[in-house]
C-alpha cells in the first residue's frame, strides 16, 4: 500500500529460509492434528459467510479475463482506489478517485516508467501504442506493473484494473 | 454467543496501541469503535452514491449546482477524505438523483458491507498502528477468521515475547493448516462442479506473515469493537 516495504513478523532470512522449504514442499510432508475452530459458529471454512464470497461474476486471481464488466464509475475510479491506497495519507489526498488516477498515471507512472530504464521505456511505449490491440498493451502493463515494487504486494485482480485504466486513459488522450 | 475470535496476545498489543494512542480501552468498543465504524459505513453508502452520480455524467461542479452549494464543499465531500454525514446522502437522493430510495442501485448488501470491513480495518491499522504494506481482499479476511482459530498464531502477535523459534514453529504450522483447508475447500469445490480449471490456491508462510503483520492487529481491533448481534461473523 503505501509503503514499498512489506510489513513482516518474522525477520527477511528466517522467512526466505521457510519460503525455500515451503516451494521445495517439505511442508506438504508436515501434519498438524486437526484444529477445531475455537468458536465453530464463526468458522469460516465451515459456515457460508454468504457476504466473503466473491461478487457474482468477479473473477478469482487464478481466472482473470481482460473481457471484465466495467466497474461501476468506471476503470479510472476503480484504478483510483488502488493509487490513492498506494499512496495512503500521501499528497493525493483531497481529490477523487478519478482525479487521482489521471493524477496518477499521467505523472506517477510516467515517473515510474523513466525510473526503470529501458523496461520502464518500452512500457510506456507499449502501452501508450496505437498499434497492439487493446487487450495485449494490457496484458503487457499487467505484467510489467507486477515487477515493480509499489505493486508487487497488490493482487493480479488491482494491477490488471489499473492496466486497464491506463489504457483506457492513453486510448482517449493520444500523445 | 462469541463474536469475532481474539487471541489473547494479540488483544494484549492491540490494547498497547490504543493505550499509545491515548485511547481508554474501556470506552473504546462503545464510545470509540462503533461510532468510527458507523462513520465508515456511511462513507461506504456515500461513495456507491458517488459512483451512481458519476454514471449519470455529473461532476462535483454540477452536483454542488444542483444542490445550491460551493463547489470545494462538494469535491471534499467526493473526494472521499471528508465524506458528509446522511443528511446529505439523502439530500442527494431526493434533489439529484430524484430517485425513490428502493429504486438506488448502489451495490448489494454483501458489498457494502465487505467495503466497509475493509476500509474500516484499513483505518484502524493507520490510526493505531501502521500503514498496510498488502491489501484485505476477501480472500486475506477469510483467512484472518481461520487464522485467529489456530491457537499457535497467538504466539505470532508482534510483542508475544515468544522467541523466534516459537513463532517460526506457529508460522509453519498455521501455513500447513490453512493450505490443508484450501486443499479441501478445493477439492469439495471440484466435486460439486466439473468446470473447475484452475489448481487450488496455495499460501506460503512470507504471505501469510506479512497479512498477519498488517491485518493482525487491525482484525483484533475490529474484533474486539464488534458486536455478535451485527452478524459480521455470518451474515
Same mark, same amino acid.
Given at each position: 500500500?503505501?509503503?514499498?516495504?512489506?510489513?513482516?513478523?518474522?525477520?527477511?532470512?528466517t522467512?526466505?529460509?521457510?519460503?525455500?522449504?515451503? *516451494? &521445495? +514442499?517439505?511442508? /506438504?510432508?508436515?501434519? !498438524?492434528?486437526?484444529?477445531?475452530?475455537?468458536?465453530?459458529?464463526?468458522?469460516?471454512?465451515?459456515?457460508n459467510?454468504?457476504?466473503?464470497?466473491?461478487?457474482?461474476?468477479?473473477k478469482?486471481?487464478s481466472?482473470?479475463?481482460?473481457?471484465?464488466?466495467?466497474?461501476?464509475?468506471?476503470?479510472s475510479?476503480e484504478?483510483?482506489?488502488?493509487?490513492?491506497?498506494?499512496?495512503?495519507?500521501?499528497? *493525493? &489526498? +483531497?481529490?477523487? /478517485?478519478?482525479?487521482? !488516477?489521471?493524477?496518477?498515471?499521467e505523472?506517477?507512472?510516467?515517473?515510474l516508467?523513466?525510473?526503470?530504464?529501458?523496461?520502464?521505456?518500452?512500457?510506456l511505449?507499449?502501452?501508450?501504442?496505437?498499434?497492439?490491440s487493446?487487450?495485449?498493451?494490457v496484458?503487457?502493463?499487467?505484467r510489467?506493473?507486477?515487477?515493480?515494487?509499489?505493486?508487487?504486494?497488490?493482487?493480479?485482480?488491482?494491477?490488471?484494473?489499473?492496466?486497464?485504466?491506463?489504457?483506457?486513459? !492513453?486510448?482517449?488522450?493520444?500523445? | 454467543?462469541?463474536?469475532?475470535?481474539?487471541?489473547e496476545?494479540?488483544?494484549k498489543?492491540?490494547?498497547?496501541?490504543?493505550?499509545?494512542h491515548?485511547?481508554?480501552?474501556?470506552?473504546?468498543?462503545n464510545?470509540?469503535?462503533?461510532?468510527?465504524?458507523?462513520?465508515?459505513?456511511?462513507h461506504?453508502?456515500?461513495?456507491?452514491?458517488i459512483?451512481?452520480?458519476?454514471?449519470?455524467?455529473?461532476?462535483?461542479?454540477e452536483?454542488?449546482?444542483r444542490?445550491?452549494?460551493?463547489?470545494?464543499?462538494?469535491s471534499r465531500?467526493?473526494?472521499?477524505?471528508?465524506?458528509?454525514?446522511?443528511?446529505?446522502?439523502?439530500?442527494?437522493?431526493?434533489?439529484?438523483?430524484?430517485?425513490?430510495?428502493k429504486?438506488?442501485?448502489?451495490?448489494?448488501?454483501?458489498?457494502?458491507?465487505?467495503?466497509?470491513?475493509?476500509?474500516?480495518h484499513?483505518?484502524l491499522?493507520?490510526?493505531?498502528?501502521?500503514?498496510p504494506?498488502?491489501?484485505?481482499?476477501?480472500?486475506?479476511?477469510?483467512?484472518?477468521?481461520r487464522?485467529?482459530?489456530?491457537?499457535?498464531?497467538?504466539?505470532?502477535?508482534?510483542?508475544?515475547?515468544?522467541?523466534?523459534?516459537?513463532?517460526?514453529?506457529?508460522?509453519?504450522?498455521?501455513?500447513?493448516?490453512?493450505?490443508?483447508?484450501?486443499?479441501r475447500?478445493f477439492?469439495?469445490?471440484?466435486?460439486?462442479?466439473?468446470?473447475?480449471?484452475?489448481?487450488?490456491?496455495?499460501?506460503?508462510?512470507?504471505?501469510l506473515?506479512?497479512?498477519?503483520?498488517?491485518?493482525?492487529?487491525?482484525?483484533?481491533?475490529?474484533?474486539?469493537?464488534?458486536?455478535r448481534?451485527?452478524?459480521?461473523e455470518?451474515?
Amino acid at each position: 500500500m503505501s509503503k514499498e516495504i512489506a510489513n513482516h513478523i518474522l525477520d527477511p532470512e528466517t522467512l526466505a529460509k521457510m519460503n525455500a522449504e515451503f *516451494l &521445495a +514442499g517439505e511442508y /506438504d510432508k508436515l501434519d !498438524f492434528p486437526e484444529i477445531p475452530a475455537l468458536d465453530p459458529a464463526s468458522d469460516p471454512f465451515e459456515r457460508n459467510f454468504e457476504w466473503l464470497n466473491e461478487p457474482q461474476g468477479a473473477k478469482t486471481e487464478s481466472n482473470l479475463s481482460l473481457s471484465r464488466k466495467r466497474p461501476e464509475g468506471g476503470w479510472s475510479k476503480e484504478a483510483g482506489r488502488v493509487v490513492r491506497q498506494l499512496a495512503l495519507g500521501g499528497s *493525493l &489526498a +483531497g481529490s477523487n /478517485d478519478s482525479q487521482i !488516477f489521471r493524477k496518477w498515471v499521467e505523472e506517477g507512472f510516467f515517473a515510474l516508467c523513466l525510473a526503470a530504464g529501458a523496461k520502464g521505456e518500452e512500457a510506456l511505449m507499449v502501452v501508450r501504442s496505437t498499434e497492439k490491440s487493446s487487450d495485449d498493451r494490457v496484458e503487457f502493463l499487467s505484467r510489467w506493473l507486477a515487477t515493480q515494487p509499489q505493486f508487487k504486494q497488490r493482487t493480479e485482480e488491482e494491477r490488471l484494473t489499473v492496466a486497464i485504466a491506463a489504457v483506457e486513459h !492513453f486510448s482517449n488522450s493520444p500523445p | 454467543m462469541a463474536g469475532l475470535t481474539i487471541q489473547e496476545l494479540w488483544k494484549k498489543d492491540a490494547e498497547k496501541c490504543l493505550r499509545d494512542h491515548g485511547v481508554n480501552v474501556k470506552e473504546y468498543p462503545n464510545k470509540i469503535f462503533r461510532h468510527k465504524f458507523f462513520v465508515t459505513i456511511g462513507h461506504v453508502y456515500w461513495e456507491h452514491l458517488i459512483a451512481m452520480t458519476e454514471r449519470q455524467k455529473l461532476d462535483d461542479i454540477e452536483l454542488a449546482d444542483r444542490l445550491g452549494l460551493g463547489a470545494s464543499t462538494v469535491s471534499r465531500w467526493t473526494s472521499g477524505v471528508n465524506p458528509p454525514a446522511a443528511d446529505k446522502f439523502f439530500a442527494v437522493v431526493l434533489l439529484v438523483l430524484k430517485r425513490d430510495l428502493k429504486d438506488l442501485d448502489i451495490g448489494n448488501q454483501n458489498e457494502l458491507l465487505f467495503d466497509a470491513v475493509r476500509l474500516q480495518h484499513e483505518r484502524l491499522a493507520v490510526d493505531y498502528y501502521k500503514p498496510p504494506s498488502c491489501s484485505l481482499d476477501r480472500f486475506v479476511f477469510r483467512l484472518l477468521l481461520r487464522l485467529m482459530q489456530i491457537p499457535a498464531v497467538n504466539n505470532l502477535a508482534p510483542n508475544s515475547g515468544s522467541s523466534k523459534a516459537v513463532k517460526e514453529a506457529a508460522l509453519k504450522e498455521a501455513v500447513v493448516v490453512i493450505n490443508k483447508e484450501l486443499q479441501r475447500e478445493f477439492d469439495s469445490r471440484v466435486k460439486q462442479s466439473q468446470n473447475v480449471r484452475e489448481k487450488a490456491r496455495k499460501v506460503g508462510p512470507e504471505e501469510l506473515d506479512e497479512w498477519l503483520a498488517c491485518w493482525g492487529i487491525p482484525y483484533t481491533l475490529f474484533a474486539m469493537g464488534c458486536t455478535r448481534a451485527w452478524g459480521i461473523e455470518d451474515v
